[in-house]
């Protein structure tokens, strides 16, 4: 059981704008930023947003994110076939003094 | 180029002990903070450890508290993490992933390809 929830799956065909949400609890997203990681099938997670909303270079801005109270989402607009991928949110959550993630969206571009 | 490489992973049966090692190129080891965060098989991302730049601050998961010990040597530029006690539910894919900050908040930058950690008798 993740401390941060997300939903399992989503899906989208080639265009559509998809969103993946994450909720968390005032120790964790209520209390820290929220970053997001995918992972595509076989590698290792690679950082996707960070501090709520930011973009590291080289991620298009086709992927925005946002945070409001104790939940946060991510939005991929244009979806493509190479977004397949399994997507994670993470916070720090204060009361655990651990790292949090979400138990992770398997996205899937029909 | 960032780089970190995990090593050290293998079969060890319940009760054995691994100690993995990460090793980190292309950049200045010792200004970051680093983790080990796992995946057991076909499951989800799991915090594992955090070490502070100097060695001197450390913190674990409940998980693995009292069993597993992070540990670096900055001049060596090389993160390790000591398994004791190990339990089937240990096994994972253990990444090394370094923490960069902005304005005091922190994220996982850059992560390693990880290493295969079975626990099996």
């Known amino acids: 059981q993740s401390v941060l929830t997300q939903p399992p799956s989503a899906s989208g065909t080639p265009g559509q704008r998809v969103t993946i949400s994450c909720s968390g609890s005032?120790?964790?997203?209520?209390?820290?930023?929220v970053n997001w990681y995918h992972q595509l099938p076989g590698t290792a997670p690679k950082l996707l947003v960070y501090?709520?909303?930011q973009r590291p270079s080289g991620v298009p801005d086709r992927f925005s994110a946002s945070k409001s109270g104790t939940s946060a989402s991510l939005a991929i607009s244009g979806l493509q076939s190479e977004d397949e991928a399994d997507y994670y949110c993470?916070?720090?959550?204060?009361?655990?003094?651990?790292?949090?993630f979400g138990g992770g969206t398997r996205l899937t571009v029909l | 180029e960032v780089q970190l490489m995990e090593s050290g992973g293998g079969l060890v049966q319940p009760g054995g002990s691994l100690r993995l090692s990460c090793a980190a190129s292309?950049?200045?080891?010792?200004?970051?903070?680093m983790h080990w965060v796992r995946q057991a098989p076909g499951k989800g991302l799991e915090w594992v450890s955090y070490i502070g730049i100097s060695g001197s601050n450390t913190n674990y998961a409940d998980s693995v508290k009292g069993r597993f010990t992070i540990s670096r040597d900055n001049a060596k530029n090389s993160l390790y993490l000591q398994m004791n006690s190990l339990r089937a539910e240990d096994t994972a894919v253990y990444y090394c992933?370094?923490?960069?900050?902005?304005?005091?908040?922190?994220?996982?930058?850059?992560w390693g390809r990880g290493t295969l950690v079975t626990v099996s008798s």
């Open positions: 993470s916070s720090y959550d204060g009361s655990l003094r651990a790292w949090v």
């Open positions: 005032n120790s964790n997203i209520g209390y820290s930023i």
């Open positions: 292309g950049f200045t080891f010792s200004s970051f903070e």
């Open positions: 501090r709520n909303n």
């Open positions: 992933a370094r923490e960069a900050r902005y304005n005091g908040d922190g994220y996982f930058d850059f």
